[in-house]
T-cell receptor
Framework: GQQVMQIPQYQHVQEGEDFTTYCNSS?????IQWYKQRPGGHPVFLIQ?????EVKKQKRLTFQFGEAKKNSSLHITATQTTDVGTYFC????????????FGRGTQLTVWP | GAGVSQTPSNKVTEKGKYVELRCDPI?????LYWYRQSLGQGPEFLIY????????DSGLPNDRFFAVRPEGSVSTLKIQRTERGDSAVYLC????????????FGSGTRLTVV
């Protein structure tokens, strides 16, 4: 079954608006990874968070890992049409095997 | 190569036929993964190789699915007696050594069983 729950499943925004997707777990996570998949494309690794309360930024993208390490968020400031795609969170649940468990993703549509 | 290469990009096969999907990972990446993705879903784990051996094959849905990586680089996913429910995009990914490193995915093979 799913190890991480993502909300919302879909998000439609006007270009320039902000966007946030959330990833939640009922158990403590050892780490969280975020991927972006463009329509018709494949998932592309964005970032990994490991530490409690960690915040990382990539230009207009801000990634956070909760203090309890049970949730994470991805926030995009001032969306652009190039941000369109599905954003997935994933975790290895601390496994030494490296297997990742993916959420169902949040599909972002940006209207020009 | 510069990225993870998967061939073919598309495969249409008849129900009951055998198919092979190929993955050529990034040179030097010891960890190789197969996932499959259905529309509207996240990637679903199938199998993980560390070097030549399958370190975790617990995601293979049944014994019709098999994968090999004989020389620790190229991997082949084999599906026997294909069923319509096998239709999906099969994604291969590689990473430096497994745990704690982001995956680099290939472009996938879209398998359609008719």
């Amino acid at each position: 079954g799913q190890q991480v729950m993502q909300i919302p499943q879909y998000q439609h925004v006007q270009e320039g608006e902000d966007f946030t997707t959330y990833c939640n777990s009922s158990t403590t996570l050892s780490n969280i990874q975020w991927y972006k998949q463009r329509p018709g494309g494949h998932p592309v690794f964005l970032i990994q968070l490991v530490k409690s309360g960690e915040v990382k930024k990539q230009k207009r993208l801000t990634f956070q890992f909760g203090e309890a390490k049970k949730n994470s968020s991805l926030h995009i400031t001032a969306t652009q049409t190039t941000d369109v795609g599905t954003y997935f969170c994933a975790t290895d649940r601390g496994s030494t095997l490296g297997r990742l468990y993916f959420g169902r993703g949040t599909q972002l549509t940006v209207w020009p | 190569g510069a990225g993870v290469s998967q061939t073919p990009s598309n495969k249409v096969t008849e129900k009951g036929k055998y198919v092979e999907l190929r993955c050529d990972p990034i040179s030097g990446h010891t960890a190789l993964y197969w996932y499959r993705q259905s529309l509207g879903q996240g990637p679903e784990f199938l199998i993980y190789f560390q070097g030549t051996g399958a370190a975790d094959d617990s995601g293979l849905p049944n014994d019709r699915f098999f994968a090999v990586r004989p020389e620790g680089s190229v991997s082949t996913l084999k599906i026997q007696r294909t069923e319509r429910g096998d239709s999906a995009v099969y994604l291969c990914a590689s990473s430096v050594q497994g745990q704690g490193y982001g995956y680099t995915f290939g472009s996938g093979t879209r398998l359609t069983v008719v």
